[in-house]
């Protein structure tokens, strides 16, 4: 067919190549994916779409736009009705004409009519077999009516039904027509380039039977099943069974299908072994290209394969790998640094660049190629699904320098002066400026290269600073280890290496100061006591004090306003974008005793390590004190490099929702936040003209939807699986077992803390119990008992700040926020990882690090 002359006009009938999977708001999601395959190489039968918009006109033409409404509004859904009124309505002249040259154009030979709706093969609706499919159509008039009945199928009992189960709007759901060239398959089938049953995703599924595919499809037939599996980049046989073939569809003479008795032939004889794994590929390939596993409609005719129809496998369960000890580890940090689903926009814009800044350099310090951040999740249609469970880091060239690279970066870099390097300042200055942006007054490319120049900057606030400063503190710690080994005391040198005063010790110590100042003013204590976090801002104008204590938060907001929530998704407001998140925190501080202050963990051990009569010895002492100092840098600049590049979050968020705000008052996305949905080369696509192209306005809206969709079909499931990290509930009267993340033991009354809103519900001496936790929640870590976490290891930044308040913690629980409730009583074993219900005994019974009792 002469595709050029079919795609000079888009708005009625157009070549099927003319469309791409961004076209579904015209070509329907059968029509979009198969134009997209053309567009990609892939062996598709010739054909022309009937768009959206001649559906729209015809209903025009025909005055059923009542009809259907009132069916909408009045919620009766009279199907029957609409699809009588559509079968017998005409089609008007022009666009019959249109139909008719197609047609000619494509040989006027037998084709198949398939229904394409706008709301089908998305990734968490298939609408498979909802609207419907003719197949042998021949002649003009059979071709108009069979279009009819396609745009009829529309308002079917089952379509109907499917949409209401789904919370589709009716009127919002158009439909397009696809006619092809029919090819008369001497077999056919369908093919999923995953296992739909087990989730396999090495597993390739094939379904065959002799003639027309409809028979399998249709589930008429118990077909041949054909498993490969996929072996070192090649497919092999792992099953194969043949069908009973109960029935063969044929093409009719006189047009139609027509039904003969199957035989039982064998597997090979019908589709050989090459065939296969022809499918195979050809499955791999169209799977890469969509960039999700696929359901696929095939057939096969006179030695060629044809791709009839392609859409993502809907409900497809998840597969674990029996992860080795580091994906343990890191996908108990994923978990808690994962707690809602990254947008992907920040899979191209911040946490891109954080990964690049905060994981790359370490690893290409001593020669070692990460993955990218982006790999090791898997993605569909764009949207972020699970962690895959697979880590691979491949040596690079620079291994073999790593020996002298890293002496030399010890020697050159001293940690105790990181924060005066050049490097950093600068970042922290160039950061201040894109802070100090009049970002309304910005054009859309100012926007985007604000953006850019604020990506830049992860890398020097944190990934350089740890390049530079990290390995001394390293040969610290092995020095440390060594002469904690030689003494007898290897078992306290995580203890020692606790209590570093982070950025983080610093916001809550803050916070708690601003908590000591409402307790210390009658009137500030009143007004906390009697308003609610949203009103606090206003309620403290209004008197002396009252603005006194906001010049104070000021301060605290200026150093640490920029404080996350969330740590992978700009979306969530910071600190300076709630403030009442900060004052509800203030407000339920004040509302209880403040933390009794005692010496830290780190200093008993270091005092008790101080009396070996060995480190009288002045040099091996001054070598102890030397490396004790040198080694607690580690987590320090761990956890304030982390601060450091967090400064950046607030700053992209407004830039971001600027962005969003153009194309929301453009009318192209709904609200601003809605830009999250789409990718950054997608949006520097964009010039910034506005109005955009009706056509580009459409694409935009349905790649939104069409996440939004995919997002929404992911709720409830985890990013990271718990099977990922879960540990066996072992141990006697044990209700949860993770991963210990500060030693000790600990009793106490449960306290579920769901989010940052619940803060002040925590009262001292309480075992507070999260979903997960970040810098943000570790305020509450100096009044609680103990920390119980779902997700997290011990070397997540919560684990390191409860080590640094020597409060027992087990993290990566799973489960803990939903076994334990307000007011059980439990013991928690930080040590082993042991949660365990229990009684009260009257006493609360702390043992710290080193075994003691309190």
């Known amino acids: 067919m002469d595709t050029e002359i079919l795609c000079l006009e888009v708005q009625g009938v157009a070549g099927l190549g003319c469309f791409s999977r961004a076209d579904i708001h015209k070509a329907g999601g059968k029509g979009s994916n198969l134009g997209e395959l053309i567009q990609a190489g892939f062996h598709v039968p010739d054909g022309f779409v009937i768009t959206t918009d001649v559906y729209d006109e015809f209903v025009q033409y025909n005055r059923l736009a009542s009809i259907i409404a009132q069916a909408v509004v009045g919620k009766s859904y009279d199907g029957a009705s609409i699809k009588a009124a559509i079968e017998r309505s005409l089609i008007p002249p022009d666009i019959e004409q249109e139909i008719l040259e197609a047609y000619t154009h494509l040989g006027q030979g037998a084709v198949a009519v398939r229904s394409s709706a706008t709301a089908e093969d998305l990734p968490g609706m298939a609408f498979a077999g909802q609207q419907d499919t003719y197949l042998n159509v021949i002649g003009p008039q059979a071709l108009l009516d ?35 060239r029919l090819v008369p398959a001497e077999v056919a089938g369908v093919m999923f380039t995953a296992n739909p049953v087990t989730g396999a995703r090495d597993e390739l599924i094939i379904d065959a039977n002799p003639g027309l595919g409809e028979a399998v499809v249709s589930g008429r037939v118990t077909p041949d099943h054909i498993v490969l599996r996929q072996v070192k980049g090649t497919w092999r046989i792992k099953e194969r069974s043949v069908g009973r073939r109960e029935v063969v569809v044929r093409p009719s003479v006189s047009g139609g299908t027509e039904d003969q008795v199957g035989g039982s032939e064998k597997v090979s004889s019908a589709l050989p072994k090459s065939v296969l ?65 990254p947008y992907p926009l920040d899979m191209t814009t911040w946490m891109k660049a954080l990964s690049a800044a905060a994981v790359e350099p370490i690893f290409s310090m001593i020669g070692f190629t990460p993955p990218a951040f982006e790999q090791l999740f898997g993605q569909e249609e764009g949207v972020v699904t699970a962690f895959k469970g697979q880590v691979s880091v491949r040596p690079s060239a620079a291994l073999l320098l790593a020996p002298a690279r890293l002496p030399w970066l010890a020697l050159r870099y001293d940690p105790a002066k990181w924060r005066n390097d050049p490097l950093l300042l600068d970042a922290i200055q160039r950061a201040r400026q894109l802070a100090g942006l009049q970002i309304t007054a910005l054009s859309w490319t100012e926007l985007l290269d604000a953006i850019k120049e604020a990506l830049k900057l992860p890398r020097p606030l944190a990934g350089e600073m740890r390049r530079r400063y990290i390995p001394r503190a390293l040969f610290n710690v092995a020095g440390l280890a060594t002469l904690l080994k030689v003494l007898g005391y290897s078992r306290y040198l995580g203890t020692l290496l606790s209590g570093a005063e982070s950025e983080t010790i610093a916001a809550n110590q803050a916070l708690e100061d601003l908590a000591e100042k409402v307790r210390a003013d009658a009137s500030l204590s009143k007004v906390f006591a009697n308003t609610e976090p949203e009103e606090l801002g206003a309620a403290l104008q209004r008197f002396a004090s009252g603005k006194a204590f906001l010049a104070e938060l000021k301060r605290f907001m200026d150093r640490f306003g920029h404080r996350e929530v969330v740590a992978v998704t700009v979306l969530e407001p910071t600190w300076q974008d709630a403030p009442q998140v900060v004052l509800g925190i203030i407000r339920g501080m004040a509302g209880s005793e403040p933390p009794k202050h005692t010496t830290p963990a780190w200093q008993l051990a270091r005092d008790e390590i101080l009396t070996h009569p060995w480190l009288k010895f002045k040099p091996l002492r001054a070598l102890f004190i030397r490396l004790l100092a040198g080694a607690r840098w580690l987590w320090r600049i761990r956890e304030d490099t982390h601060f450091m590049a967090t400064i950046l979050m607030p700053i992209l968020r407004r830039l971001e929702l600027e962005l969003g705000q153009h194309l929301s008052c453009a009318g192209v996305i709904d609200e601003p936040s809605d830009i999250f949905h789409l990718k950054l080369d997608e949006l520097e696509r964009l010039d910034g003209s506005f109005p955009l192209p009706a056509v580009l306005v459409g694409e935009i809206r349905d790649l939104v939807l069409h996440r939004k969709q995919k997002r929404q079909s992911l709720e409830g499931l985890p990013v990271v699986d718990p099977k990922l ?115 009260p005994r009257g006493e609360l019974i702390l043992v710290d690090r080193r075994g003691s009792k309190s």
């Open 146 to 180: 069979a279009v009819r009945k396609c745009w009829a199928s529309l308002w079917s009992e089952r379509a109907i039904a499917y949409r209401e189960r789904q919370s589709l709007d009716h009127q919002g759901v158009k439909i397009a027509v696809v006619v092809q």
């Open 277 to 341: 794994f022809e499918l195979g590929h050809l499955g791999a390939d169209i799977e890469r290209h969509f960039g999700s596993p696929q359901d696929i409609e095939w057939a096969w005719q006179a030695g060629k394969l044809y791709i009839l129809q392609a859409r993502p496998i809907t409900a497809l369960p998840s597969v674990l790998l029996r992860p080795t000890k580091p994906v343990q580890m890191l996908s108990a940090i994923f978990a808690e640094m994962l707690p809602i689903r």
């Open 725 to 839: 990290f879960q540990q066996d509930v072992s141990y006697s009267n044990a209700v949860l077992r993770g991963t210990p993340g500060s030693p000790g033991i600990a009793e106490g009354t449960v306290r579920v803390i769901h989010d940052i809103s619940e803060f002040g519900k925590l009262l001292p001496g309480e075992v507070l119990v999260a979903p997960y936790t970040n810098p943000a929640w570790t305020l509450l870590f100096q009044r609680a008992a103990a920390i119980i976490v779902d997700g997290g290891a011990a070397g997540s930044h919560a684990a390191i700040v409860a080590r640094e308040y020597g409060v027992p913690a087990v993290m990566g629980t799973v489960k803990g926020t939903q076994v334990l409730h307000d007011g059980d009583w439990v013991l928690v074993d930080g040590t082993n990882g042991i949660v365990q219900l229990s009684q």
